[in-house]
C-alpha cells in the first residue's frame, strides 16, 4: 500500500499523458483500489504494473480498467430539459430539413458513456422523420470506458437510466425484463459504437467516418481533461463539424473557443455553430 501512494503520482501523470483526463482528490481512493485489484489479478507489483502500463498500447485491458474506474460518468435517457428541448424542437427539426436533399444525417456522441444520450437522439429522430427507413442515419457513440460501451451496444438499462424519460416513449422504445429495461432492435440497431480517446489524433477523419457530423453532443466529458487537452479537443471537434453543424456541450464544461471557428450561444441551453446566426427556442 506505501509503495503505491509513493507512486500514486506517476499513475496520475500517466493517465493525464495517455488520456488527458483529470484524477480529482475524491477519485485517488478509487484509483488506489484499481491500483491494488490490478497488482493481484496479474501478480505484478506496483513499479511491475506501472511499468507495463507505460508501454502498453491505449487499447490494452491493463488501461481499460485503470481507466474505466476514473471515468464512471453518471448517464440517462433525455437528460437536462433544455438541452432536450432545443434538440426536439429547433436543431433536430432544422438539421433535417436541410438535409432533406440527400437524406443523410451524422451525429456523434463524443463521450458517450453508456449510451442513453445518443439512443435518447435515436428515439426522437425515429418520431421526427416519417420515412426514417430512406435516410441514411450515421449515428455514432464513442468512449474511452470499453466496460461503458459494452453495457451500450448491449441496451439494457435499470431504473435509474430511466428516470427522466416519458411513459410514451418507454412503452414504446423499451420492454420490461423483471429489474431492467431491454431497448427495441429498432433503435439499437441505429447506432454504432467504437472505442476513440477524444485527446489523440485519430479524428477528424474520412477514414472512419468521423468527419462532416452535422452534431455533435460532447456534454459533460470536458471536465474531466486537463486544460491543455480541452483546447486541443474543442479545436478537433470544430473541425469535424459541417458547415452548419451544431455541437452541445454541458452545463459544466469549460468554454473554450480559442484558435476555433466556432460561435458560442446560449438560448436556455449551451451550443455552439460554425456560424454567428442564432436560433430561437420555442
Not at 31 to 56: G, R, W
Not at 91 to 118: D, R, Y
Not at 172 to 197: A, C, D
Request: proline residues 3%.
Amino acid at each position: 500500500m506505501n509503495s503505491i501512494k509513493i507512486l500514486e503520482p506517476e499513475f496520475i501523470e500517466l493517465i493525464r499523458l495517455r488520456f488527458g483526463l483529470v484524477v480529482h482528490v475524491n477519485q485517488t481512493r478509487v484509483l488506489v483500489k484499481t491500483i491494488i485489484d490490478a497488482c493481484h489479478k496479474f501478480n505484478y507489483s506496483p513499479q511491475e504494473y506501472l511499468h507495463q502500463l507505460k508501454h502498453c498500447s491505449n487499447s490494452s485491458s491493463l488501461l481499460a480498467d485503470l481507466v474505466a474506474a476514473i471515468t464512471v460518468g453518471e448517464s440517462y435517457f433525455f437528460r437536462d430539459k433544455n438541452q432536450m428541448h432545443l434538440l426536439e424542437k429547433i436543431i433536430l427539426p432544422q438539421l433535417i430539413k436541410q438535409k432533406n436533399n440527400n437524406f443523410t444525417l451524422k451525429i456523434w456522441s463524443a463521450g458517450c458513456s453508456t449510451g442513453e444520450e445518443i439512443y435518447t437522439i435515436a428515439m426522437l429522430l425515429s418520431e421526427l422523420i416519417p420515412n426514417l427507413d430512406g435516410w441514411n442515419l450515421q449515428l455514432l457513440g464513442t468512449d474511452i470506458n470499453t466496460t461503458a460501451l459494452a453495457k451500450a451496444q448491449a441496451g439494457v438499462y435499470r431504473q435509474w437510466s430511466m428516470r427522466s424519460i416519458s411513459e410514451r416513449y418507454l412503452q414504446r422504445y423499451f420492454s420490461k425484463e423483471e429489474h431492467t429495461y431491454v431497448l427495441s432492435p429498432k433503435i439499437r440497431n441505429l447506432v454504432n459504437f467504437k472505442y476513440l480517446n477524444l485527446s489523440d489524433n485519430s479524428y477528424p477523419s474520412i477514414l472512419n467516418g468521423i468527419n462532416e457530423i452535422d452534431l455533435i453532443l460532447c456534454r459533460n466529458v470536458l471536465i474531466y481533461f486537463d486544460s491543455e487537452f480541452v483546447v486541443k479537443i474543442m479545436k478537433k471537434l470544430s473541425a469535424t463539424m459541417a458547415e452548419s453543424a451544431y455541437l452541445l456541450l454541458g452545463a459544466s464544461d469549460p468554454i473554450v473557443t480559442a484558435e476555433t471557428n466556432l460561435v458560442f450561444h446560449h438560448n436556455g441551453a449551451i451550443y455552439f455553430s460554425l456560424g454567428s446566426v442564432d436560433i430561437e427556442p420555442k
